[in-house]
């Protein structure tokens, strides 16, 4: 079930909070349980088992690791953690990256005359990435007596299952809701915030992502040794811009329905394409990605204490599984080390401004974006050979404009664009998502009105009139 979605939006997040509010306090927790589950079941089927085992291990992982804390048996506490880590990365490994092994092998083995492997395609679950980096966090922050084991089971599966961000993020840590988890304050005011805030993170997905997603597709979709530069350009633009409000849209969504539930989640996107260095653009860029991997990789790795080199490799290491995490794909794992050597540039060179008062601001905004945008080829492409032939495409002298490209420019694709590009021109620390919940006074009471009085119900109709368009992430 999908946010942007005639049956979410008209059916099934109605109930949900019609029920949530009519409930007694002390049902709302297997309310909301029992919602989460429904929401996945609704679009992962039987595979809503594999998020019910990765939960009911963790939470046996995290009593082995509390009882090892209350015994100072540090050998248990170790146990607790790796068959947390081990039962999910394999979980990940196996559904996320089987059939791509075994299309490597078979591609190696037929080189050499080999017999392919016998195998039928593993289908992939909805949201796993999300789902295990989030139950495994809640072990390893027990371990690390930052929260207490939860006692109450359904508590923890309402942590790890909870639909407003269980598929496509952010990644919420334990920590960061635990409190919430047991009691939540629900007022009209914070309803009022988290619907302001949902309804601008829908008009930024099927405004403006599904608005531009056509020119992205038949850029990349047309016959890349004939495409010429300016077509190329516009379908990378296009990409940039659709992917951003297409994923920061879905935190806003996932924000807003947090707050309209009493939860407060946090911020995943704080303007990226404003980022003054490749080091500001991952402190902007999905963010609780980039301090998972931070907390739990980077820094028990020694970070940035133990020497040039050792940070460099830190830092290599940690890319390199960023980009596996995104997909089973050569072009995922080049993306990733195509930024850990952007950003290993940065740390030699001392080049790492995250301030708007930076030397030379427009310059370098300007060209942090062209390298994340050369990087989005890779991130978009089917293969690598593609995405080098379409960067090739960018630089050429000669080619043509696809017909299915023409025919994609149309008005609403045009003022999407023009919003796209508007965006990158604001100050960096102007963040929209932040503004329509956070603007006080009559000018934010204004704002907030807009986008539930006239931007949310256009959307609907855009939705109710328009095509399923899946979240980007939601493959991830």
């Known amino acids: 079930?999908?946010?942007?979605?005639?049956?979410?939006?008209?059916?099934?997040?109605?109930?949900?909070?019609?029920?949530?509010?009519?409930?007694?306090?002390?049902?709302?927790?297997?309310?909301?349980?029992?919602?989460?589950?429904?929401?996945?079941?609704?679009?992962?089927?039987?595979?809503?088992?594999?998020?019910?085992?990765?939960?009911?291990?963790?939470?046996?992982?995290?009593?082995?690791?509390?009882?090892?804390?209350?015994?100072?048996?540090?050998?248990?506490?170790?146990?607790?953690?790796?068959?947390?880590?081990?039962?999910?990365?394999?979980?990940?490994?196996?559904?996320?990256?089987?059939?791509?092994?075994?299309?490597?092998?078979?591609?190696?083995?037929?080189?050499?005359?080999?017999?392919?492997?016998?195998?039928?395609?593993?289908?992939?679950?909805?949201?796993?990435?999300?789902?295990?980096?989030?139950?495994?966090?809640?072990?390893?922050?027990?371990?690390?007596?930052?929260?207490?084991?939860?006692?109450?089971?359904?508590?923890?599966?309402?942590?790890?299952?909870?639909?407003?961000?269980?598929v496509a993020g952010p990644i919420v840590r334990f920590h960061e809701v635990s409190d919430q988890i047991r009691e939540r304050t629900l007022t009209v005011e914070r309803f009022a915030l988290g619907a302001a805030r949902f309804a601008h993170g829908l008009a930024k997905k099927v405004l403006i992502a599904d608005s531009v997603a056509p020119i992205a597709d038949a850029a990349f979709g047309a016959e890349l040794s004939a495409l010429g530069p300016g077509a190329a350009w516009l379908g990378i633009a296009a990409y940039t811009i659709q992917i951003y409000f297409d994923f920061s849209g879905y935190s806003d969504m996932a924000i807003g329905l947090g707050t309209m539930l009493g939860f407060d989640f946090p911020e995943n996107f704080r303007r990226p394409y404003s980022a003054l260095s490749v080091t500001d653009f991952w402190r902007r860029w999905h963010i609780t990605l980039s301090n998972w991997f931070r907390d739990y990789l980077y820094i028990p790795l020694g970070g940035s204490r133990a020497g040039t080199a050792r940070t460099l490799a830190n830092l290599w290491i940690v890319f390199v599984l960023v980009g596996i995490w995104h997909g089973a794909n050569w072009t995922f794992l080049i993306w990733g080390l195509y930024h850990g050597l952007l950003l290993m540039i940065e740390r030699l060179t001392g080049q790492r401004p995250v301030g708007e008062r930076a030397s030379w601001a427009p310059l370098r905004r300007g060209g942090v974006l062209l390298a994340v945008m050369l990087g989005w080829v890779m991130f978009r492409s089917p293969s690598a050979v593609a995405a080098f032939d379409y960067l090739a495409a960018l630089f050429s002298t000669g080619?043509?404009?696809?017909?299915?490209?023409?025919?994609?420019?149309?008005?609403?694709?045009?003022?999407?664009?023009?919003?796209?590009?508007?965006?990158?021109?604001?100050?960096?620390?102007?963040?929209?998502?932040?503004?329509?919940?956070?603007?006080?006074?009559?000018?934010?009471?204004?704002?907030?009105?807009?986008?539930?009085?006239?931007?949310?119900?256009?959307?609907?109709?855009?939705?109710?009139?328009?095509?399923?368009?899946?979240?980007?992430?939601y493959q991830f």
């Open 1 to 166: 079930m999908v946010f942007s979605s005639v049956t979410f939006l008209f059916f099934f997040l109605p109930v949900c909070l019609a029920g949530y509010y009519a409930m007694p306090r002390r049902l709302r927790n297997g309310w909301l349980l029992l919602a989460s589950l429904v929401f996945y079941a609704w679009g992962g089927g039987a595979l809503v088992v594999l998020l019910i085992i990765s939960t009911v291990v963790d939470y046996a992982m995290g009593r082995v690791v509390a009882g090892g804390l209350a015994r100072g048996n540090r050998r248990r506490i170790r146990l607790g953690v790796a068959g947390s880590v081990v039962v999910n990365l394999a979980l990940l490994s196996y559904f996320k990256y089987a059939n791509f092994i075994v299309e490597q092998l078979n591609a190696l083995g037929n080189r050499f005359g080999f017999e392919e492997i016998a195998w039928t395609s593993v289908v992939l679950p909805i949201g796993i990435s999300f789902f295990t980096f989030q139950s495994m966090s809640y072990t390893i922050d027990v371990s690390r007596g930052r929260v207490e084991h939860l006692r109450n089971p359904f508590d923890f599966a309402l942590y790890v299952t909870l639909f407003p961000q269980l």
């Open 399 to 473: 080619g043509f404009t696809p017909e299915a490209l023409v025919d994609a420019i149309d008005t609403r694709a045009l003022i999407a664009m023009g919003v796209g590009v508007a965006s990158v021109l604001v100050p960096g620390n102007v963040v929209g998502g932040l503004l329509v919940t956070g603007w006080r006074g009559v000018r934010g009471a204004a704002v907030r009105l807009g986008q539930v009085a006239l931007v949310f119900p256009y959307s609907l109709i855009v939705v109710a009139s328009g095509s399923f368009s899946p979240f980007l992430y």
